[in-house]
């Protein structure tokens, strides 16, 4: 069976750093992705990337090709198209499936670097909206959204500040939730109710987002009769913060989760057993995720792991 | 009185994260430096980077000057040439120096960037050799030290774990320390003591550093008489492993801080008093201190400050 010192799962930021780091400190070192392409959760990014502190790029997939870039000139092991089907903690094996073969790879050390994954409303045109590259950040793009009629779709902290952030420059902020209970915090959801130029609709949901080359308009259905039951609102930009999941099935129940499901690690980023450690977005909740930071954590478990590599 | 939300002591890759993080996130943030440049430990670095995530550069000012193009053109407000005499941590106000004027800045939170510095011999030649660049990492250098005659000064951890690295590469390798015993741990001196390629000598003091474009020997002293008491010794490199002492002594008595001099703080780098936080080698030990993470540390610093202004 083919062993490896170090296994990490996830070619994104934190994965790739990690990467890096093991070859810099000699490390046998072997990255599984899931994916064609390295780079995770930086095909999502559709804005330009200011705050990777040296290097600004005009988007996720062009900070993607300098990450792979680096990562393939210094000779990292990897294989893409390759799926953690099961980790055995307890033989410290993973079963992988690349096409039709699976294979089995035994390993010193795990690192986990799987990411996250933003929940979606599932609802006709969204994936269309996304793959067009609507895809807004509340804090960056207040000028892009200026003038616009905008709808949050959500109830937690995140759609609450963007309803917030955006209200002083969008033409209308809509923003929508299924519940009549929010999950953000009381001071968020205030600031919002309280704002004229936020317009809260509590009990309603999306059923379909329209738009041949932008977003035109959405489908609402309520469940408050009061005030409608369906309806068509003419919206120019749709965001979606309805919170991000940690991909963790793949470890549930053999290391510990928080109640968020974020992997939970010590000041190294080893998780509750010894031979398994988190980094990047699996283990850091949305208010810390960034590259910077998950790039730093894969500096951090690499320089960690190489200390017990070599007291070994 | 001057007052800035954030104030930044220290223009090293933390403090330059934090600010670009600060500016992102709409912060009312000020940087100082007490240097005539950004850039700190950056100055330091005359062998290629390789191992920040999507960015090699041939040397520390190749990085330097990527971070300094990036932090002006977001804007960052700086003040360089400017030392901070005082903190006052009652009044929440520092005092500072530029010239000969002093003047004090009232902040809301503070962070302190303010890194580390090598401890030095303090012999002659020593600063002429640093400034001609004959500064080697053990891990990272064995090619350019291949055949070499190498001589490694301290009794610590990356003394003795540079030994054992270089001496499968080196020609001959001296370790060279001023006492009997060692702050190593036992498992290093022990692999170090019984390699016949490293010789150790103890109760020895280095006094002079010789060579005029490259190093061609060092002065050495013993007080073990049954030795030699002076020599001098022909070598090729003197990699000196003293150890790093935080630059901590503005906030010394005012935060806590651990044995080894480095400010104490939780996940968020806040340090024992709500108002200061630490970044970068001022909190981080040597095992784990580089560009990336202090870049990571710097971006949690100011999105956690973020939250809390947000709140208020």
Redesign the interface.
Known sequence: MRHVDVLIIGGG?AG??AA??CK???IDCLLLEEQSQLGGQLFNIFNEI???????TKNGIE?QR??VK??V??DCLYEVNTKVLFIDERSKTVKVKKQAKEQEICYTYLILATGSSQRKLGVPGEQQMIDRGEVYSA??DGERLKGKTVAIIGGGDRAF?GAHLLSSQAREVYLIHRSTRFKA?E?YVERVVSNPGIKVMTDTEVTAIHGDRHVTSIDLESKNEECYKSKNLLVDAVLIRLGVAPNVELIKGKVATAQNGLIVTD??HQSSNPFIYAIGDACTTP??S?I?????????VA??IS?LL??T
């Open positions: 930021p790739i750093s890096i780091w810099r400190l000699g200011i705050d990777y502190p040296g290097m600004r900070m300098e990450m680096h990562f000139e210094m804090s960056a500040e915090r001071q000041e190294v208010l810390f960034s910077s930071s998950s790039a730093g954590q894969g500096t951090i320089k960690h200390s070599t007291e």
